[in-house]
C-alpha cells in the first residue's frame, strides 16, 4: 500500500470512535484529512466538531460538519488526530503542520486521544522528526540559542506563521527519553508558547496503518 492509501484505512478506522450525536475533536494535517472526508461519507450524525486549526475548519464547513468552537464545550469524548512521532507509550512529536498550540488545547479537553498514523511514524525514541516549538517571534533567537546549547539544531521554518501569529522551530538533533519531563522543561522557556512534544496529553489509542491491515495499539 501507499502512504496515502494507509492514511486512507485509519481514517476510515477512526469512525469506530466516534459517537452519535456527541461533539468530536479534531486535528490537522493529512491524515486528519482522510479521517474527515470519511466522517463526511459515513453520514454519522454528530452534534458538531471542535477543530485545531484554520485548515480543518474550513474542509469540515465545506463538507457540512458543524464547527464549534472551543470555548463552547466543556470536555469531549475523543479528539483524533494524527502524528509525526509516536513511541511504544503512546508520546507524540506534533506539529509539522504548525497547529500544535490548538492541538493540545482541544486534546486536553478530550477523554481520549485517538491517533491515526501509518507505520513509519512509530519510533523507539522521539527525535529522529525534528520536533517542532511554537514561540513568539520576538524570543526566536533566544529559544534557539537554549537548543543549541543542548547540542541540538534549531531551525526557523520558513514562511511560517501561525494561527496565533507566532513562529515555528523545527529542532533536530535530540533523543526525547524522557518526554514528559522534557515537554514540562521546554514549556517553562520563556517565549515558548508550546512544545510538540505530546506526553501530558498522549495517545490512549493508535490506529497504526500497516501493510497488512490498521493494527491498534492502546496505552
Not at 112 to 117: D, E, G, M, P
Not at 164 to 170: A, E, P, T, V
Amino acid at each position: 500500500m501507499t502512504q496515502d492509501e494507509l492514511k486512507t484505512l485509519v481514517g476510515q478506522a477512526a469512525l469506530q470512535y466516534v459517537t452519535p450525536d456527541t461533539v468530536v475533536g479534531v486535528g490537522t494535517g493529512s491524515t486528519v484529512d482522510k479521517f474527515i472526508d470519511a466522517l463526511a461519507a459515513s453520514r454519522i450524525r454528530i452534534a458538531g466538531a471542535v477543530s485545531s486549526s484554520v485548515r480543518s475548519t474550513e474542509r469540515m464547513k465545506a463538507l457540512g460538519i458543524p464547527v464549534l468552537e472551543a470555548s463552547e464545550v466543556e470536555a469531549l469524548q475523543v479528539y483524533i488526530d494524527g502524528a509525526d512521532e509516536i513511541d511504544h507509550q503512546g508520546h507524540m512529536v506534533k506539529g509539522g503542520g504548525a497547529a500544535l498550540t490548538r492541538e493540545k488545547i482541544v486534546a486536553d479537553l478530550a477523554d481520549t486521544f485517538v491517533c491515526i498514523a501509518d507505520e513509519s511514524k512509530l519510533v523507539e525514541v522521539l527525535g529522529r522528526f525534528p520536533l517542532p516549538v511554537e514561540v513568539i517571534p520576538m524570543a526566536a533567537a533566544q529559544v534557539a540559542r537554549r537548543f543549541t546549547a543542548m547540542g541540538a539544531e534549531p531551525v526557523l521554518r520558513k514562511d511560517c506563521v501561525t494561527d496565533n501569529g507566532c513562529q515555528i522551530l523545527d529542532v533536530k538533533g535530540l533523543k526525547i527519553a524522557d518526554p514528559a519531563a522534557f515537554e514540562a522543561e521546554v514549556n517553562q522557556w520563556p517565549g515558548v508558547v508550546t512544545v510538540g512534544v505530546f506526553a501530558r496529553n498522549k495517545a490512549g489509542v493508535c490506529l497504526l496503518g500497516t501493510a497488512q491491515g490498521v493494527k491498534t495499539l492502546t496505552f
